[in-house]
């Protein structure tokens, strides 16, 4: 909506400061930031009133789980989505197609996710809807977005998987590319959605995350930024800096909320939204594989799950004490700040290895 102060750039000159993407990116964190200090605690009141018991607690987790979390009110996604659309609709270029795409995938997603916290917390079970169920929705939309990213780009990358650390290697897939971009988007909402476990431990890595690929996104969308770091450039895609800078904002709102004892839990409502958001700027940028290294926490989480359940079906044996791999470690006798901040030092370390990737070429 600022956007469109550019026009009276030529009376004004102050509004031609809405033209950069930086300025708007602060405004959009600024935005969500406020959004959610202004309207957290109400939300969370709401949901407190409504959800009675709050989120149920898995009986077979952590048995610290049973007394700390008990009560604690769920689908807190909905303060972070609501102040990302508010934040994004204000700053970003409502011309902009690739906003759109992500911004829908996020929003349908958040859909999606908010449906299984509602069976959940009106079931009073931690099982949701049917998993399969679940993961054709997405994959339906994932191939929808993918689908739409492939016509905006140029034909030469579009349908391209790109590897990091080498400047020419490009395979183009053609068709089999919406494959490709749909199990990332998949696999990027799932894997953060199985990292929310503990209080704080998915927002931040999602926030580092989102700052990663703000950058990413500005400089693949900046054709002399992109031309120097010899990445390919994807004109358009600048713009989705500013939807990352309003995650980190609304994510900060969050995390005043969510700092231990946590207020409310994020639920698959705010993960499963922020993972598919995730998936799809990286496939819109065209750094599908550099998402797995920035969030190779996320990563982590998903195939220890997956190995846990394959060993299991297999052998009858559990690889870890628990799955995901941050219980694990609470079975291991490490306390839920140990865990928490430890992972997000390793997101940090992550997040340089995968930027590492724009110079080292």
């Given at each position: 909506?600022?956007?469109?102060?550019?026009?009276?750039?030529?009376?004004?000159?102050?509004?031609?400061?809405?033209?950069?993407?930086?300025f708007?990116?602060?405004?959009?964190?600024?935005t969500?930031?406020?959004?959610?200090?202004?309207?957290?605690?109400?939300?969370?009141?709401?949901?407190?009133?409504?959800?009675?018991?709050?989120?149920?607690?898995?009986?077979?987790?952590?048995?610290?789980?049973?007394?700390?979390?008990?009560?604690?009110?769920?689908?807190?996604?909905?303060?972070?989505?609501?102040?990302?659309?508010?934040?994004?609709?204000?700053?970003?270029?409502?011309?902009?197609?690739?906003?759109?795409?992500?911004?829908?995938?996020?929003?349908?997603f958040?859909?999606?996710?908010?449906?299984?916290?509602?069976?959940?917390?009106?079931k009073?079970?931690?099982?949701?809807?049917?998993?399969?169920?679940?993961?054709?929705?997405?994959?339906?939309?994932?191939?929808?977005?993918?689908?739409?990213?492939?016509?905006?780009?140029?034909?030469?990358?579009?349908?391209?998987?790109?590897?990091?650390?080498?400047?020419?290697?490009?395979?183009?897939?053609g068709?089999?590319?919406l494959?490709?971009g749909?199990?990332?988007?998949?696999?990027?909402?799932?894997?953060?959605?199985?990292?929310?476990?503990?209080?704080?431990?998915?927002i931040?890595?999602?926030?580092?995350?989102?700052?990663?690929?703000?950058?990413?996104?500005?400089?693949?969308?900046?054709?002399?930024?992109?031309?120097?770091?010899?990445?390919?450039?994807?004109?358009?895609?600048?713009?989705?800096?500013?939807?990352?800078?309003?995650?980190?904002?609304?994510?900060?709102?969050?995390?005043?909320?969510?700092?231990?004892?946590?207020?409310?839990?994020?639920?698959?409502?705010?993960?499963?939204?922020?993972?598919?958001?995730?998936?799809?700027?990286?496939?819109?940028?065209?750094?599908?594989i550099?998402?797995?290294?920035?969030?190779?926490?996320?990563?982590?989480?998903?195939?220890?799950?997956?190995?846990?359940?394959?060993?299991?079906?297999?052998?009858?044996?559990?690889?870890?004490?628990?799955?995901?791999?941050?219980?694990?470690?609470?079975?291991?006798?490490?306390?839920?700040?140990?865990?928490?901040?430890?992972?997000?030092?390793?997101?940090?370390?992550?997040?340089?290895?995968?930027?590492?990737?724009?110079?080292?070429?």
């Amino acid at each position: 909506m600022f956007y469109w102060l550019t026009a009276l750039s030529d009376q004004v000159s102050f509004f031609n400061v809405f033209r950069y993407i930086t300025f708007r990116t602060g405004g959009a964190v600024v935005t969500a930031l406020v959004f959610v200090f202004l309207f957290g605690g109400p939300i969370i009141d709401m949901l407190r009133l409504r959800q009675g018991k709050g989120q149920p607690i898995r009986a077979d987790g952590p048995r610290s789980h049973l007394v700390t979390k008990v009560g604690t009110p769920t689908m807190g996604g909905l303060m972070i989505l609501s102040s990302l659309l508010v934040s994004t609709l204000l700053w970003a270029n409502p011309a902009n197609p690739y906003v759109w795409v992500v911004l829908g995938v996020t929003l349908c997603f958040g859909l999606i996710g908010f449906y299984d916290d509602y069976l959940k917390v009106t079931k009073q079970t931690h099982a949701g809807f049917s998993g399969k169920t679940r993961l054709a929705v997405e994959a339906v939309i994932a191939l929808l977005a993918c689908w739409t990213l492939t016509q905006l780009g140029r034909p030469a990358i579009a349908t391209s998987l790109v590897l990091p650390f080498f400047k020419e290697m490009v395979f183009n897939l053609g068709i089999l590319f919406l494959l490709v971009g749909t199990f990332v988007i998949v696999g990027a909402g799932n894997a953060v959605n199985l990292t929310d476990g503990l209080d704080g431990l998915a927002i931040v890595p999602v926030m580092i995350a989102a700052a990663s690929f703000g950058l990413v996104s500005y400089l693949a969308g900046n054709v002399v930024f992109a031309e120097y770091l010899q990445i390919h450039f994807v004109s358009g895609t600048g713009e989705l800096a500013v939807l990352c800078g309003a995650v980190i904002g609304a994510g900060l709102g969050f995390l005043w909320f969510n700092a231990p004892p946590a207020s409310i839990f994020m639920g698959d409502t705010g993960s499963l939204a922020l993972g598919g958001m995730l998936g799809t700027i990286a496939v819109a940028t065209k750094h599908e594989i550099v998402l797995a290294v920035i969030g190779g926490l996320f990563v982590l989480e998903a195939v220890s799950v997956i190995v846990q359940v394959v060993s299991f079906k297999l052998t009858g044996k559990r690889v870890f004490r628990m799955a995901p791999i941050h219980h694990h470690f609470e079975q291991l006798g490490w306390t839920e700040p140990q865990i928490v901040i430890r992972f997000w030092i390793v997101s940090v370390v992550l997040a340089l290895a995968g930027l590492s990737t724009l110079k080292l070429r």
